[in-house]
């Protein structure tokens, strides 16, 4: 069998309600609280099942709020294997202020997770039948769990030849790159950092993305950008692709939304430029789309279709 896992050592659940006012030093009396599934790996895996697909999505996962999230994805048939931890999953908070329709997002570090913990995590994973296709991690990490845990999880899956696609930043994407991943999808920002300088000019942006390519870093990477779409580059192709123009209603969920249609669409054996086509419909779908939802299949595979016949 072939499968996809997804993985988010730091979910969540995302409460989120709204106030006429957000004022400090009063008390403000929200609406009746909606809550949903979060955190990185946890929205790549939503979003590859509003896209049709199915994927298995592994997580630590301990006190009620772990129970509620189990529950939560339990009502949207994720397919998932929490890890019992000691520690109590975190809860984030999304204040939509009616008045001005500004959005605030109050997001927790995370439980901290013991060395017994996060290697129990590391080793059931690699210990999982059947063995994945595609593991994608992303998010961030909680306390406890060392900036080197993304860097484990690729060389394992190297020694495995399986595929890893990675989502993260700084210091525990940096580490994991060292030793080498399928697949990347940074952010312009990330990418910045991750080079330690501000580039500007396209074409030592291209020049630097080579560089990763053939330092071995990654087998493709994807830089997003945004409204201007992204950037591939993999060892024999560099090329920006432009999304179509779209009505932004909320850009939560665009990256995971993005990461989502990349593996599902090579998972279902497209070539790699058609899957970074697909990624980045599914990427500008979830800017369509209000609050916290991801990515619409009908609104995803329309774009697609023009993305096809736009780009040659
Ligand atoms: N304003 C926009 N219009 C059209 N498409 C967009 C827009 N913003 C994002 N996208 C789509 O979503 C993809 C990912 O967006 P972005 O580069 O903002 O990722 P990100 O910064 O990782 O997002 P996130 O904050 O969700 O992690 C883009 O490549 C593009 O296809
Ligand atoms: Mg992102």
Redesign the pocket.
């Known amino acids: 069998m072939e499968i996809i896992i997804s993985v988010a050592m730091n979910p969540a659940v995302d409460k989120s309600s709204s106030v006429e006012h957000v004022i400090p030093e009063h008390k403000l009396y929200c609406k009746a609280p909606h809550f949903e599934p979060g955190g990185g790996g946890v929205n790549v895996s939503r979003a590859i099942k509003k896209l049709g697909g199915e994927s298995l999505l592994f997580y630590p996962s301990g006190g009620l709020t772990g129970k509620m999230l189990e529950n939560l994805l339990l009502q949207e048939n994720i397919n998932h294997y929490p890890i019992p931890i000691e520690g109590v999953m975190r809860e984030n908070l999304i204040v939509l202020e009616e008045s001005t329709g500004q959005q605030f997002r109050f997001g927790m570090p995370g439980p901290f997770m013991s060395k017994q913990e996060w290697e129990r995590c590391l080793n059931e994973l690699f210990d999982f039948k059947p063995k994945p296709n595609y593991l994608v991690i992303s998010g961030s990490l909680p306390p406890g769990v060392p900036s080197d845990f993304y860097a484990r999880v690729a060389k394992k899956g190297k020694e495995s030849g399986i595929k890893v696609i990675i ?1 993260a930043s700084g210091e525990a994407l940096k580490l994991a790159l060292q030793v080498g991943v399928y697949l990347v999808k940074p ?1 312009i920002r990330e990418f910045k950092e991750l080079l330690g300088s501000d580039v500007q000019e396209e074409s030592q942006i291209e020049f630097e993305a080579t560089k990763m390519i053939e330092s071995g870093w990654c087998e493709v990477l994807v830089i ?4 201007a ?2 950037l591939m580059v993999s060892r024999n192709t560099v090329e920006y692709i432009r ?1 179509p123009t ?1 009505q ?1 209603v909320s ?6 939304s ?1 990461v989502a249609g990349i593996v599902l669409s090579l998972f279902r054996g497209n070539t790699l430029r058609n899957s970074i086509l697909f990624g ?1 419909a599914a ?2 779908a ?2 369509m789309t209000p609050g916290t939802e991801l990515c619409r299949r009908e609104d995803t595979e329309r774009l697609y279709e023009k993305l096809l016949s736009s780009t040659k």
């Open positions: 989502d952010n997003s950008l945004g409204a779409g992204a999304p779209v932004v850009k939560v969920g665009a990256g995971d993005m980045i990427g500008s979830a800017v």
